[in-house]
């Protein structure tokens, strides 16, 4: 349970001063629910104001605090005119400038002769001063003036900078001084302060430094953040190496009867992931492995050959997907493999309800199916499998580290295989993974042709219109990709369903439509129209971008390619040239390019190395943007930044294993701090799997 000592960090936001309902919601959009993450909301600038003595004095273009008489009020005539306070002192006269607002308050808080305090920024119109939007004016006798320097934070709309400077400032009176969980003589080699004094400092910036990424107060706050992460990793790592495993090791018939019914020979990259993996499982500890290989390198078969592996002993497997479509489709791809090996294969999604399931549940756990293909539905309790010796997990950062596991209880010693194709630069594939194994396909099946790539103008869309005509005349399919509008699947849809009718209309009623929002039954028969080409196009919202698998499909168009991040465009493009035949993809954007917008799109036309573009986007997005969506399952890290901490993120991890080795329980004077740092970084999960946790 998460110790007392931070429970006022978990209080909601709005029991912050200053934030009401309304202002509540916007600083819970803007940084989170809890106290703790107004702490996490860093500044990104210092406002340095200087104290000067008269008008006079006053610099072009900087902050300035002074003291100065009320002379007059100017209200303003019109709406494009602003209302104006004229201020004197013994050198001159200044304004203090208002738009769009009506000022009959201010004449009641800044009365004409009194003595007020004034600070903003300080601008010269016609050598006349004027300080716009003063964030302080108020009689000079009344409240402090504001201090030399000021944090500004990035805001959201409807939420001033005062209000939620005030919220912080709360906040972190609520911070509790905790035990040191870092390393002492680290910090000192560093020089860098203890938890409370770093916040403070962020939040109190003296200067420039205390709010640089690669400041002390940034790097420390940073460290504790991925020592976190890397601790929690560690320790679910070192759980599954306390359960007990099982060797398995089968006699490889099931295996060579797939091989022969194969049209292809396994490329050599897939013999050597197969043959880690099997020595992997031989072991008689727990597998927790990694499979990385692009898009199309045939992770599918590998699958299917490490599931055999434990079938052959009699044991069952399971693979799960991360999508309705994805499932059903990888039972499609084996089943006829599944045959030839005499192997029972089913398949259990959200979608199978009733008699039918219950029949499966009960086969399952008498041990009459041998292969499990399905979607999360197979966590659901009742799923209980005779002995489950393989969990392998497509697409694994959609689910969560946690998920994972709950896979592995079902059975006894249960290996686990993750499948990824997204390309996580390897400084990332720290925070998601750990220190898991990794075999990596990085070579396609032969025969492969490059998929051409053209970025253009969307103002072209008739021309290209025009040459899918041509290319369905010569068979070929085509895969049409609708805008991404951020947040709203709605809008999404709309801009699907114009696109497709606007195609039926040119091209025939041989284009059909997929999207999220379609049942089950009517999505598989949409897929199934396209893999059998009684379809010729196919237009999707993004609902195919992982894993899907229609090897005739030759062209792939992007409507708005400017708005999808590199690492989808990669998948989606991923989804044509997994044939024999020639590819294209086509990227149309709309708005005219900005620069980054103009680099990205090139990286994509430069190569279809999945690790280059994952590098590429890192280097141009950061790595908070990287994958886009906050299911992509990379943390999103609060205070330190990848791009710029990549270093320490290693240095983390290397300290995470050597806490763990020292103190397996976190027992000691600092393991019971770190377990204070895994509470105050949410990563209560982890805490659960120490004794006493
Ligand atoms: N050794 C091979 N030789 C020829 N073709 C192969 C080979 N291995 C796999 N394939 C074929 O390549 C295609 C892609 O394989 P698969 O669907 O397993 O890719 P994947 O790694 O899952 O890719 P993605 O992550 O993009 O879905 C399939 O049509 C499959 O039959």
């Not at 610099?59 to 002379?71: C, M, N």
């Not at 006349?128 to 006798?141: E, F, G, T, V, Y």
């Not at 680290?186 to 910036?205: E, V």
Request: aromatic share 4%; charged share 25%; glycine share 8%.
């Amino acid at each position: 349970m998460r110790p007392a000592i931070l429970f006022p960090l978990f209080a909601p936001v709005t029991s912050l001063p200053g934030l009401g309902p309304r202002l509540g919601k916007l600083a819970e959009k803007l940084a989170g629910p809890h106290v703790v993450d107004l702490l996490w909301h860093k500044p990104v600038g210092v406002v340095d104001r200087i104290q000067v003595p008269s008008i006079a004095e006053a610099p072009d273009g900087r902050h300035v605090v002074l003291t100065v008489r009320v002379d007059g009020h100017m209200p303003s005539l019109t709406p494009s005119r602003p209302y104006r306070i004229r201020c004197t002192d013994h050198t001159g006269s200044m304004d203090l400038v208002y738009f769009h607002i009506k000022g009959d308050w201010l004449e009641k808080k800044l009365p004409v002769g009194s003595k007020i305090t004034v600070s903003g920024k300080a601008e010269y119109y016609n050598n006349h001063l004027q300080i716009a939007h003063p964030d302080h004016a108020a009689p000079a006798d009344e409240g402090a003036p504001p201090s030399a320097t000021e944090p500004t934070y990035p805001l959201t709309g409807g939420l001033n900078p005062k209000p939620l400077r005030t919220a912080i400032q709360a906040a972190l009176t609520r911070a509790p001084q905790l035990p040191e969980w870092q390393d002492a003589a680290w910090l000192r080699a560093r020089d860098w302060p203890d938890w409370h004094s770093a916040l403070t400092r962020l939040h109190h910036p003296v200067d420039e430094a205390d709010i640089n990424p690669l400041g002390p107060v940034r790097q420390r706050l940073a460290f504790d953040e991925l020592l976190a992460n890397q601790l929690a990793l560690v320790l679910v790592r070192a759980q599954q190496r306390k359960l007990s495993g099982r060797v398995t090791q089968g006699d490889g018939r099931m295996r060579a009867a797939v091989a022969a019914a194969l049209p292809y020979r396994l490329t050599g990259a897939q013999e050597r992931s197969l043959a880690e993996i099997y020595a992997d499982m031989a072991e008689p500890s727990r597998m927790l492995r990694l499979l990385q290989g692009d898009v199309g390198s045939g992770k599918t078969i590998v699958a299917l050959m490490c599931m055999l592996n434990a079938v052959e002993t009699g044991a069952q497997a399971a693979l799960m997907a991360p999508t309705e479509i994805l499932a059903r489709q990888h039972a499609e791809t084996l089943a006829p493999l599944c045959q030839a090996a005499g192997v029972r294969m089913a398949v259990l999604t959200g979608r199978d309800k009733g008699k039918a399931r219950a029949a499966l549940l009960e086969r399952l756990a008498a041990g009459e199916i041998d292969i499990l293909v399905g979607t999360h539905a197979l966590f659901q309790e009742e799923v209980m499998f005779a002995d489950l010796a393989i969990a392998v997990i497509d697409e694994q950062h959609k689910f969560g580290v946690h998920q994972r596991l709950q896979l592995a209880a079902k059975g006894r010693g249960v290996d686990t295989l993750v499948m990824t194709a997204t390309p996580i630069p390897r400084t990332l594939t720290l925070t998601v993974y750990g220190d898991m194994d990794v075999s990596r396909l990085d070579e396609k099946p032969p025969g492969r042709q490059p998929v051409k790539t053209v970025v253009m103008h969307a103002d072209r869309l008739e021309e290209v219109a025009g040459g899918l005509s041509r290319a369905i005349a010569s068979g070929q399919r085509i895969y049409w990709v609708c805008p991404l509008v951020e947040e709203s699947e709605q809008v999404d849809l709309a801009a699907a369903t114009h696109r497709h009718a606007t195609l039926v209309e040119r091209l025939g009623d041989r284009v059909g439509l997929i999207h999220g929002k379609m049942k089950g039954p009517d999505k598989d028969k949409v897929m199934a129209d396209f893999a059998e080409g009684r379809l010729d196009v196919l237009v999707a919202t993004t609902v195919i971008e992982v894993g899907v698998n229609v090897p005739e499909a030759t062209i792939m168009v992007i409507e708005h390619a400017e708005r999808f991040g590199l690492a989808q465009l990669h998948q989606l493009r991923g989804r044509v040239g997994r044939g024999t035949g020639a590819s294209t993809c086509l990227l149309l954007y709309y708005q005219p390019l900005g620069e980054v917008a103009r680099q990205r799109l090139q990286v994509m036309k430069d190569t279809e190395d999945g690790f280059i573009i994952a590098e590429k986007d890192l280097e141009l997005r950061g790595a908070g943007e990287m994958l886009g969506t906050k299911q992509s399952g990379i943390p999103e890290f609060r205070l330190a930044d990848i791009a710029v901490h990549g270093e320490l993120l290693a240095v983390a991890r290397d300290d995470a294993k050597l806490i763990i080795t020292r103190d397996p329980e976190l027992e000691t004077e600092r393991g019971k701090a770190l377990r204070t740092l895994l509470y105050l970084f949410e990563r209560d999960a982890a805490v659960k799997y120490l004794r006493s946790g």
